[in-house]
């Protein structure tokens, strides 16, 4: 036997030895005892033996699951094939055709009109299928085009079995009509996905219905009484996989301590987004141990999250994403098999995430409310006290994010060495983090800002009262800057809507730094002293070549004199909150 001809998907080769490892359908788990899959030790080394014995276990396994279908009456009893020719399998494989092609009409009758079934409308749009579906079958085609017949047996075989099981059919491993049967279909797949590009040009295809094509399945005995009787005990083959003692909150632990193991930082905020993740996917999906979880229970939660109308696409992707996370913990640490993964998240509409800068008019409507006028600070604890003030003015001034705002403390506003311009120091010292190295940087004060009661009063209140941060609010959750780094975005979403009625979505906090970023180019500023200012690396991936030194430092006399050369009309307007 050849011994470059593929494996079948199911066989794998562990330690030396091949085996046969097949996973059980998810609506058949509860017909097995909840077992996982089947797997049995082929007991040889050499391919070609691993494959004829893998046919024969995956033959009996088959078996095995049409009976199980059967009984929970999902599926037709499979007749006995045994003795069909090669003209009988033609007309299986004519009716599989028929019956793709009779699927995708079915699929897109709900949406089409009378006019256009009478042809007196002849608007292509009316049968249009969806772009992901349209790149799909595009992908298909392409993949079935470049596949040969013994790779069309291995890949997809299952799936055509599980189409011709709606007529008690199921073709085995070791039949002799296998590989002209493969070939039959992959031809016939071919030519389904051909009328779908042709019902989408618009044109009305005449094809036989399935139940039009004769064949000896017609002539199949039914269930007796509604139920089909086994003809052999239940397999040994089946092993049982048992439930790992794990939960999803194990992983999290575990997934902590391989993070702590590896110095990379845990944010308390992230461990309590990914908790809430956790005990709304076990609420939603009723499963604790991490052994029950399957792919179903993954795309449930995902839906749930989507229909709610409570998160955007992005945050129920990063929802699931916590979930799909914690699985790959689990299964890097061997308390399961294999993780749930790939093809799960949703697509996030093009510009979904991105923010657009507030007008000149917007920022002047902003900081020329209340807050930032008459020192009429809300008292909501979300505020943060002269956080609410503070934030948003040195994020559009200085193009700081809000979690680099929060950290700074009375050591992080310092005069940039050797000289006498104070700036703030974005710096990673003392437990400090940026999103990325290149944010650490010096970006050099607004003077406005350093009158009496400005900003130099909250650092001499820090340094008298012991803090590290310059704010009350990170002081009351004992450092927790992330925390309230939350809170905050929770608070100024809100501020934004409803106090100042900007509605616009693109509109957020993080706006202001683009309104900073607007106003560089407004007044030419140099690519090299933007990105110096935002903490922005070297764009491309030039960067990526060439000897690793670090670009060389931008005179901070000219960062002074860019960032004190931008004009905001409302700066002379804003009055410092009283400490």
Not at 311 to 329: E, Y
Not at 502 to 531: C, M, P, T, V, W
Not at 537 to 550: L, Q, S, V
Request: aromatic fraction near 8%.
């Amino acid at each position: 036997m050849d011994t470059n001809v593929p494996l079948p998907s199911y066989v794998t080769k562990r330690n030396g030895v091949f085996y046969f490892v097949r996973r059980i359908p998810d609506d058949l788990i509860g017909a097995f005892g909840r077992r996982t899959r089947i797997q049995r030790s082929l007991r040889t080394s050499a391919k070609p033996t691993a494959r004829s014995r893998a046919a024969l276990v995956n033959d009996e396994v088959e078996r095995h699951l049409a009976e199980a279908r059967a009984k929970l009456g999902v599926a037709v009893e499979l007749g006995d094939v045994s003795d069909w020719t090669a003209d009988d399998w033609r007309k299986v494989a004519a009716w599989f055709e028929a019956r793709l092609i009779q699927d995708d009409l079915e699929r897109r009758l709900p949406r089409l009109k009378g006019a256009w079934l009478t042809g007196a409308s002849g608007s292509q749009s009316d049968y249009w299928s969806e772009d992901a579906l349209l790149r799909e079958k595009i992908s298909l085609k392409g993949r079935l085009e470049e596949m040969t017949v013994s790779d069309y047996a291995r890949e997809r075989m299952s799936s055509v079995n599980e189409v011709v099981r709606r007529i008690g059919v199921s073709l085995l491993d070791t039949s002799p009509h296998a590989m002209p049967f493969s070939a039959m279909c992959l031809k016939a797949e071919l030519n389904a996905i051909e009328i779908f590009f042709r019902r989408d040009r618009g044109e009305q295809v005449d094809w036989p219905h399935p139940d039009t094509i004769e064949g000896r399945w017609k002539r199949q005995g039914t269930r007796r009484n509604g139920e089909v009787q086994p003809s052999f005990a239940a397999p040994e083959i089946v092993s049982l996989t048992p439930k790992s003692g794990k939960t999803l909150a194990d992983c999290q632990a575990r997934w902590k301590e391989d993070r702590e193991t590896a110095k990379k930082r845990v944010r308390e905020a992230h461990m309590r987004e990914m908790s809430g993740a956790v005990e709304l996917f076990e609420q939603t999906q009723g499963v604790r141990d991490i052994a029950d979880i399957r792919r179903r229970h993954l795309v449930a939660f995902r839906s749930h999250l989507e229909t709610s109308g409570k998160f955007k696409i992005a945050t129920v992707n990063k929802k699931t994403s916590m979930i799909t996370t914690l699985l790959a913990t689990a299964e890097r640490h061997a308390w399961i098999e294999n993780a749930v993964r790939g093809n799960i998240f949703l697509e996030v509409p093009e510009g979904d995430d991105d923010k657009d800068p507030f007008s000149t008019d917007e920022l002047a409507y902003i900081f020329g409310y209340r807050t930032f006028t008459s020192e009429a600070l809300d008292t909501r604890v979300k505020a943060g006290r002269e956080l609410q003030f503070w934030l948003p003015v040195i994020s559009c001034l200085h193009g700081l994010i809000s979690s680099e705002i929060i950290q700074l403390g009375p050591d992080s506003i310092v005069c940039y060495p050797g000289t006498d311009i104070l700036c703030f120091n974005v710096t990673t010292a003392g437990g400090r983090h940026t999103k990325v190295l290149s944010r650490k940087r010096f970006v050099p004060i607004r003077r406005e800002l350093l009158n009496d009661g400005g900003l130099l009063a909250l650092v001499e209140r820090a340094k008298l009262s012991g803090w590290r941060s310059l704010w009350s609010a990170v002081e009351d959750k004992d450092g927790d800057g992330d925390r309230v780094a939350s809170m905050f975005s929770s608070f100024w979403s809100d501020f934004l809507r409803h106090d100042l009625g900007i509605k616009d979505a693109k509109k957020s906090l993080y706006s202001l730094r683009h309104s900073f970023k607007d106003s560089l180019r407004g007044i030419g500023a140099e690519d090299h002293i933007q990105n110096a200012l935002m903490g922005h690396a070297e764009p491309g991936t030039g960067r990526r070549y060439g000897t690793k030194r670090k670009p060389p430092p931008v005179p901070i006399s000219m960062l002074n004199e860019t960032v004190h050369r931008l004009e905001w009309s409302f700066l002379a307007g804003l009055k410092f909150p009283t400490l």
